[in-house]
């Protein structure tokens, strides 16, 4: 059972080294009423598959096709979402907040500056 996102991160770094693409989004920075904490987790594999929670499930499922092109091409991303725009085209939070979020992709054999080993960012 996955508690903690220590134990998300744990099963991140299980999914990379079994083969899998991997990525990890954080939850870096919030203003106002947000759904989850600074330092939350959400990990990706190729397969959309994914362990944890950065905005309470609603603007997750942006996150994770965003995480597919992380994945591809290893670019890092900073993803910002606010209240959504009047037209509903945009993803947004319904509870009036705003949430920044990185999104990397786990490498072999290193751990990235934002999360595992020899960061205690991601363990907040």
């Not at 744990?10 to 999914?15: I, L, Q, R, S």
């Not at 597919?68 to 091409?73: G, H, P």
């Amino acid at each position: 059972m996955i508690t903690s996102d220590a134990d998300i991160l744990k099963e991140a770094e299980d999914w990379k080294r079994s083969g899998r693409g991997v990525a990890v989004a954080t939850v870096i920075e919030t203003w106002g009423s947000a759904p989850r904490p600074v330092g939350s987790h959400l990990v990706i594999d190729h397969d959309a598959n994914f362990l944890g929670s950065v905005s309470g499930g609603c603007v997750e499922g942006a996150v994770i096709t965003e995480a597919m092109d992380v994945i591809a091409d290893g670019r890092a991303r900073v993803l910002e979402f606010g209240v959504a725009d009047e037209t509903a085209w945009q993803v947004g939070l319904t509870c009036g907040g705003r949430i920044r979020i990185y999104l990397e992709r786990v490498e072999d054999g290193s751990a990235g500056p934002a999360w595992g080993h020899g960061s205690d960012r991601a363990l907040r």
